[in-house]
């Protein structure tokens, strides 16, 4: 502040000398949105409306990256388990390489269990001496009603 000036003017200079300043737009067309300009150049930077929009549409791809993410996980899992090596496919830690080549997920699966063998899958294979078994010869009902009539 000069010996000149009244302490209004000074704030008015100060006011106008900011690099960045938050005005209302014209109200010709009936929107009352914020326009962030320049002071030095006089242009318009971002309209808030805009901004906004930019913002929820990043939102949405940050959403979308999320659920592939989900997805691609879910995937991993289901590939662990239609292997059928494992008993829990949730043992084999998440991999995007697994995804990629099915041979580094058999490998990785092989490790596992070389380093951890207990992880094995132990559904048993073939006859077990268990559960329902072919009959040996046919059932003829009318001679079973024979021999038990006399």
Do not use: W
Not at 25 to 42: P, Y
Not at 59 to 78: D, M, P
């Amino acid at each position: 502040m000069t010996d000149n000036e009244t302490p209004d003017e000074a704030i008015e200079e100060t006011d106008t000398s900011e690099t960045r300043n938050s005005e209302p737009a014209d109200s010709d067309d009936g929107n009352d949105e914020s326009v962030i300009t320049d002071a030095d150049e006089d242009t318009i930077l971002y309209k808030r409306a805009d901004l906004e929009k930019l913002r929820q549409e990043n939102g949405k791809y940050r959403q979308r990256a999320q659920r592939g993410e989900e997805y691609a996980q879910r995937l991993h899992t289901e590939l662990v388990r239609a292997t059928g090596k494992l008993a829990d496919p949730t043992d084999l830690p998440f991999d995007e390489a697994h995804l990629v080549e099915s041979d580094t997920l058999s490998r990785a699966i092989d490790d596992l269990l070389t380093r951890k063998p207990h992880l094995a899958s132990r559904r048993p294979v073939g006859e077990i001496g268990q559960g329902p078994s072919p009959s040996a010869g046919s059932v003829d009902l009318a001679a079973i009603l024979r021999g038990k009539a006399g």
